[in-house]
C-alpha cells in the first residue's frame, strides 16, 4: 500500500531536549515536506526537499532542522524544543514538486506537546 | 501575510444541497490549484485540482472552478451528503514551484 508514514504519533517532552520525528513514504517520490497546522493559521510549510541532499527552507523554518540522505526518508529534528513548537506536524511527498499533476500525499500527522 | 484566503472558517449545509467553499488567492504566480479534504485525527487527503489554463474541472460530486481575473477559486460539492463533513484546505502552487501555500480551511458540516 501506497503511504506515508510518520513517528511517533504522539509525543510530550520538555523544552529543550533534543527530538527527532522521522518521515517515510514507499512511492518512490523525489519531493518531501514538512508542514505544521495550528489553529486558525491552517497549515504552514517548515522544510521541504527536492531530492536526495537537496533541502529548503519553507514558510516556518526556525527552530527545526532536516535531513535527506534517503530518498525515502525525510526526518524533522528539533533541536531545542520550545512550547511555540507545540502543534500537529504533518509530512508529505510528491512525484516531483508541488505543480500541476504531483498532488502531495500525506502522512497521519504527529502530535507534538512540549511542555 | 497569507497568499491564499478561505476567508468562511465553517460552513453547513443541509444533505442534498450544495456546498460551495471559496477560495481567493493574491500572487499571480500561482497557477495550479488544488482542494485537500481532511478528517480528525488523519492527514489531509487530496480531492480535487486545477491549472490555470482552465476555469472548471470536475469529478464525480466535485467540481472546482477558477477565475483567474479575480484571482478567486470555488469548490461545488453536489449532492452534499454527511460524509462530506470535514475541514477543506485550499492550496495554490506555482507550476514549477516546491512550495504549496495553504488557506486557514473551511469546516464543512453537512447534517441530515
Known amino acids: 500500500e501506497a503511504q506515508v508514514t510518520q513517528n511517533p504519533r504522539y509525543l510530550i517532552t520538555v523544552t529543550g531536549k533534543k527530538l527527532t520525528v522521522t518521515c517515510s513514504q514507499n512511492m518512490n517520490h523525489e519531493y518531501m515536506s514538512w508542514y505544521r497546522q495550528d489553529p486558525g493559521l491552517g497549515l504552514r510549510q517548515i522544510y521541504y526537499?527536492?531530492?536526495?541532499?537537496?533541502?529548503d527552507k519553507g514558510d516556518v523554518p526556525e527552530g527545526y532542522k532536516v535531513s535527506r540522505k534517503e530518498k525515502r526518508n525525510f526526518p524533522l529534528i528539533l533541536e531545542s524544543p520550545s512550547p511555540n513548537q507545540t502543534s500537529l506536524y504533518f509530512c508529505?511527498?510528491?512525484?516531483?514538486?508541488?505543480?500541476?499533476?504531483?498532488?502531495?500525499?500525506f502522512g497521519p500527522g504527529t502530535r507534538l506537546t512540549v511542555l | 501575510d497569507q497568499q491564499v484566503k478561505q476567508n468562511s472558517p465553517s460552513l453547513s449545509v443541509q444533505e442534498g444541497r450544495i456546498s460551495i467553499l471559496n477560495c481567493d488567492y493574491t500572487?499571480?504566480?500561482?497557477?495550479?490549484f488544488l482542494w485537500y479534504k481532511k478528517y480528525p485525527a488523519e492527514g489531509p487527503t487530496f480531492l480535487i485540482s486545477?491549472?490555470?489554463?482552465?476555469d472548471k474541472n470536475e469529478d464525480g460530486r466535485f467540481t472546482v472552478f477558477l477565475n483567474k481575473s479575480a484571482k478567486h477559486l470555488s469548490l461545488h460539492i453536489v449532492p452534499s451528503q454527511p460524509g462530506d463533513s470535514a475541514v477543506y484546505f485550499c492550496a495554490a502552487s506555482e507550476n514549477s514551484g516546491y512550495a504549496l501555500n495553504f488557506g486557514k480551511g473551511t469546516s464543512l458540516l453537512v447534517t441530515p
Open positions: 508529505a511527498s510528491s512525484r516531483l514538486g508541488t505543480g500541476v499533476d504531483n498532488e502531495q500525499f
Open positions: 500572487n499571480s504566480m500561482f497557477d495550479y
Open positions: 486545477i491549472s490555470s489554463i482552465k
Open positions: 526537499s527536492m531530492n536526495v541532499e537537496v533541502t
